[in-house]
């Protein structure tokens, strides 16, 4: 048996003992590359799969992604998996993996075609996107999917056919079935499923699928249905059955989209019989909190007894294309009834984005409109402004206004859509509802009316579309309630819509979206182990198989992200974005957890394609920006930031995040001081909390420059701001600072008192992270005892819920202090290829000089001076200081020449530094020592 089982038929999977497929499944160019090797006949050359893989790239840079990426399969597959032949080719060591491709193929060579049709679930590589990949890859890809689907097809054929030699029509008409939801369009297939299920003795099932497939090919293709497939039909409905038919249940549709009986051909000329509408399947699950039965067949009862009215109706439609967007106005709510204010704005967004014909407007797009045009971000979207906004944004190519109204008690919603160049009415439609209980199921009927008219199919509608009440909620006061509290939310009043989701949900214990919501609410307040956050998510969890697709998919990315399941919230976005890849939104949150899970590359993409789909998005400027910056790609992490900033211009002195502090030492790693210090002064004019956080990077500047005492000062000041303004973990990390800084220079007094007073703030609201920095500190400082009780805190923590790493870093650094190096050491090599930052990559490297592995920490400590991250951070000092360790472990090997290089790199960095700089003064002496031996070894 295989070590590996590959599947790459419909969902993407991995499995094998022993090894670690997740890896592999959250890299898409690893699992393309698994994927191609595992389809190649034999060996492949390196030159070719960097060619697919990576085109952008030059040649070295590519074939060294190209080892990297190897490495990690090996890591994560077993050492011999993949193997070389020579240095040019690479493969697949036979027998390694198991491809569902493959054996596929084989199946149907050696006649097994039962055994190939289970193999196949779906089509090749489905939904996996290798951002950067070349066209030629793409190319590959769709190659391998129509050969397998070929062969499938075949397989299916003569399964189809002999069943039929055999009598077994149930069988056939199976087996043609699924040839026929592979190619729908096939007017062979079509007659084939026709008369099998005519010989199984369902002429009904035979004329319905003819009606389907001429619909589908009308719709879709634009084309007449094959006539061989219309004289069947017909023959079909002239001809006496053969056998007696099978009775098949039907349901009388809730409208009609098909003109009004009044203005549709007769019998006689339709080539193929078209019913009214689609057949309303009914849901798979009951709904477990909705509107009693009779109250719910009242509201239909009144829909349908006040028919559509429709007033224009072109026959094409408005002619939009796939994915075009449409931008919809503000309600305009003419009752007086304040329930409907909010409530169905959210509930017509809903029943459109449902579509994946037609896109809307995002919000954020429009409020960047607004504000190029100088007007109020908040200004009302009624139809003269959503013109305006359209005409000045050529790709929104529809405007949608709706108003309802009411007579006695009857309700009308009537929407028109506008030509944004003309501003004239191109369509106007209009349903009514008897009684407030329909209004939701009438507003529903309007949008599938609206999204038929813009050129959708009915096929397509039907395939999308769930009743309003199952995808939000039947109550419209609890609707009320959360698209106030979305509001809230949007505008940063968390507490607000936390309050306003908890009423939604106390109105209608089922509504999925508001359940999920609130639980994103509780975490953001409370934090991730909040208990109403867990239950929240449990309980939308439940509802969701009532749901639509789009909404499912996305509330189950809400839950996922809520429980920090990032693996499976990157999943469900892939999902998500196959069916709608239009939404911003949803490519955004795929980039942040893309970027959790240290996939940056990806993660930038995935912001490249969400600010494609909407350029106005601030936040998603400055994520990039953030990944740019830790890629080292800085002058595209400052463009970012500067075009975030021109969208945004709060956001250069933002606190949250650390946007104003990344920005400007992002200028400082491009060289440019003066910009930098710019940026960090912006923050001196804003509240005590902007001030401190200003000061502080202004001190880690000017410790950047050796300037470590005029740093003390700023750091001195900034804990003092801190303090004032009840910012207790800002407060610790520059009093931490100001520690460092004293040290430095041999100020031991101050050093000690400033630990002193750290020993007074730790809390439960000092995260781990720092307190593991403080606890390291006191190592630095000798107090060991102090450090074992900081060790004991973070203990505690563990078994509160803590992961446990930052405990096993002091834990270690303690270790090697009392000179037990070796069990220090393998814990901090552990936390480094967890943590993989500047911060472990010091500690490491300290351990292994102090157990004699001079070759692995030099190692370590040129890695570190290549990772210019480590600017601005409390890595920062380490990041210079690596360059003096360099120098000893040189001078400890006798490599005197290596060792002045190093010290005066950091002498040359230094420069302008303070002439009381230990260490300095150290590197300064060390490389005239040397340099003096060097002239008496030269004159020997």
């Known amino acids: 048996m295989a070590d590996l089982r590959l599947r790459s038929l419909g969902a993407v999977e991995l499995q094998g003992s022993g090894a670690d497929p997740g890896s592999v499944l959250r890299a898409p160019k690893r699992f393309a590359l698994l994927a191609y090797l595992a389809l190649a006949d034999g060996f492949c050359r390196r030159d070719v799969v960097v060619g697919l893989l990576w085109p952008d790239r030059s040649q070295e840079q590519a074939r060294n992604v ?29 027998g390694a993996v198991e491809c569902d491709a493959v054996l596929l193929a084989e199946a149907v060579e050696a006649g097994r075609d039962d055994e190939a049709v289970r193999l196949y679930g779906g089509p090749f590589l489905e939904g996996l996107h290798v951002p950067g990949a070349s066209p030629d890859f793409e190319a590959w890809v769709h190659e391998q999917r129509r050969r397998l689907e070929r062969l499938r097809a075949s397989a299916l054929t003569r399964l189809a056919e002999d069943a039929e030699g055999r009598g077994d029509y149930d069988e056939a008409v199976l087996r ?7 190619d729908p369009y096939s007017s062979r297939i079509a007659r084939r499923l026709m008369e099998a299920l005519d010989a199984a003795g369902d002429r009904p099932a035979a004329l319905r699928y003819a009606r389907i497939h001429a619909e589908l090919v009308r719709a879709e293709l634009g084309a007449d249905p094959d006539p061989a497939v219309v004289e069947l039909a017909n023959r079909l409905r002239s001809a006496p059955p053969e056998r007696p038919a099978v009775v098949s249940p039907t349901v009388s549709p809730v ?53 559509l009215v429709f007033l224009l109706r072109p026959s094409d439609g408005m002619g939009l294309e796939d ?20 409530s169905l704005q959210t509930a017509l967004t809903i029943a459109l984005r449902q579509s994946q014909f037609v896109n809307l407007v995002p919000a954020g797009q429009v409020r960047a409109t607004l504000a190029r045009m100088g007007a109020d971000s908040a200004a009302r979207i009624d139809v003269p402004m959503a013109l305006e906004i359209a005409q000045r944004e050529p790709w929104i190519k529809a405007v949608l206004a709706v108003d309802v109204t009411r007579l006695d008690t009857v309700y009308a919603l ?44 009915l096929s397509a509608i039907d395939e999308t579309s769930v009743a309003l009440p199952r995808a939000t909620t039947s109550s419209l006061s609890a609707l009320k309630l959360f698209a106030v509290g979305q509001g809230a939310w949007d505008e940063g009043r968390p507490e607000e819509a936390r309050t306003l989701w908890s009423e939604s949900v106390a109105l209608d214990s089922g509504f999925a979206w508001a359940h999920a919501s609130l639980g994103m609410a509780n975490r953001w ?123 945004q211009p709060d956001a250069r002195t933002r606190q949250f995040g650390g946007v104003n502090h990344r920005a400007g030492f992002v200028y ?62 800002s407060e610790f990390r520059n009093r931490l600072y100001l520690a460092r800084a004293a040290s430095a220079l041999g100020e031991d007094d101050v050093r000690e008192r400033e630990l002193d007073g750290l020993h007074d703030m730790v809390a439960p609201r000092i995260a781990a992270t720092w307190l593991r920095s403080f606890g390291v500190e006191l190592v630095a400082a000798g107090r ?42 393998d814990s901090l090599e552990v936390s480094h290829r967890v943590v993989d930052a500047p911060l472990s990559a010091d500690a490491l490297a300290r351990a292994r000089a102090r157990a004699g592995d001079y070759n692995g920490a030099a190692r370590l400590y040129r890695e570190l001076i290549d990772d210019r991250y480590a600017i601005g951070y409390e890595s920062q000092e380490p990041w210079f200081l690596a360059r003096y360790h360099l120098g000893l472990l040189a001078e400890e090997g006798g490599d005197g020449e290596a060792a002045r290089e190093h010290y005066e790199d950091l002498i040359e960095l230094w420069a302008d530094g303070d002439e009381d700089l230990l260490v300095l003064r150290d590197a300064r002496a060390r490389s005239a020592r040397l340099m003096e031996d060097s002239r008496r070894t030269g004159r020997r």
């Open 66 to 94: 190209l080892r990297n990426t190897l490495h990690h399969l090996r890591r994560a597959l077993g050492p011999d998996v993949i193997v070389n032949r020579g240095t040019q080719e690479i493969g697949l060591r036979p």
């Open 176 to 182: 043609w079935r699924e040839l026929a939801s592979q």
């Open 255 to 307: 409208e009609t989209l098909d003109p009004a009986p009044s203005t549709r051909p007769s019998e006689a000329e339709l080539p193929v019989p078209v019913e009214a509408g689609p057949p309303v399947r009914p849901a798979a699950h009951e709904p477990r909190v909705r509107l009693p039965r009779a109250a719910w067949l009242v509201g239909i009862a009144a829909l349908v007894l006040t028919p």
């Open 323 to 342: 994915r075009d967007f449409i931008l919809v106005t503000e309600l305009s709510n003419r009752t007086g009834e304040e329930v409907f204010d909010g």
């Open 414 to 457: 009537s929407g028109q859509l506008l030509d944004p160049t003309t501003g004239a009415v191109v369509l106007a439609e209009e349903v009514r509802a008897g009684g407030r209980a329909a209004v939701l199921p009438a507003l529903d009927s309007l949008g599938r009316v609206v999204r038929r008219r813009l050129g959708e199919s």
């Open 525 to 647: 307040i409370d934090g991730a182990a909040s208990d109403a956050a867990v239950y929240h998510y449990e309980v939308a969890e439940t509802l969701l198989d009532d749901l639509g697709e789009r909404e499912r998919l996305w509330i189950r990315s809400l839950i996922e992200v809520g429980r920090g399941n990032t693996d499976e919230a990157v999943a469900t976005l892939r999902s998500y974005l196959r069916v709608y890849p239009d939404d911003a939104v949803a490519w955004a949150n795929l980039g942040r957890q893309l970027w959790g899970l240290g996939e940056l590359d990806e993660a930038a993409e995935a912001y490249a394609r969400a600010l494609r789909l909407n350029p106005a998005d601030a936040s998603a400027r400055i994520n990039v920006a953030f990944i740019y910056d830790r890629l080292g790609r800085f002058k595209e992490a400052a463009t970012s930031f500067e075009e975030a900033f021109a969208l």
């Open 668 to 729: 400082m790693k491009l060289d440019d001081p003066e910009r930098a210090r710019e940026t960090f002064r912006a923050m001196l004019a804003g509240t005590q909390a902007q001030r401190a956080d200003g000061l502080r990077s202004l001190a880690l500047t000017d410790m950047f420059y050796g300037h470590h005492r005029s740093a003390m000062e700023g750091f001195r000041e900034a804990a003092l701001l801190s303090r004032a303004a009840g910012m207790a973990t």
């Open 784 to 825: 060991l005892g102090e450090a074992t009780a900081v060790l004991a805190e973070l203990e505690a923590r563990e078994g509160q819920g803590g992961d446990g790493l930052h405990r096993r870093w002091l834990q270690a650094e303690i270790a090697v202090a009392e000179g037990r190096v070796q069990d220090g050491l």
